[in-house]
Nanobody
Framework: QVQLVASGGGSVQAGGSLRLSCAASGYTYSRYCMGWFRQAPGKEREGVAAIDFYGGTSTADSVKGRFTISRDNAKNTLYLQMNSLKPEDTAMYYC???????????????WGQGTQVTVSS
């Protein structure tokens, strides 16, 4: 059974940093595309960053230069390093996995439970 467990969220002031982690189990992690998504209250879910099994990445323009996605296939773990956080980054962040096309708008089969990030001004 595929399981994704996200952690690392919290409350920070603008300009601060957080690192999110997503521990994966129940499937061949290294073969999957992994992504981070976020959803703020009253807004649609948006793709933040994705990374394929070769390490190729896609990053949303809104976080480019501030957020970095990475993966450790030996530890079955996905990361999102978030620097220079802004109040508009406040959202629930979800990790997801797919065997299909890798991107910010493609279909993801498996989802974690989410971790809350709150950035105050």
């Amino acid at each position: 059974q595929v399981q994704l467990v996200a952690s690392g969220g919290g409350s920070v002031q603008a300009g601060g940093s957080l690192r999110l982690s997503c521990a994966a189990s129940g499937y061949t992690y290294s073969r999957y595309c992994m992504g981070w998504f976020r959803q703020a209250p009253g807004k649609e879910r948006e793709g933040v960053a994705a990374i394929d099994f070769y390490g190729g990445t896609s990053t949303a323009d809104s976080v480019k230069g501030r957020f970095t996605i990475s993966r450790d296939n030996a530890k079955n773990t996905l990361y999102l390093q978030m620097n220079s956080l802004k109040p508009e980054d406040t959202a629930m962040y979800y990790c997801a996995a797919t065997e299909g096309s890798c991107g910010l708008r493609t279909f993801y089969s498996y989802w974690g439970q989410g971790t809350q990030v709150t950035v105050s001004s």
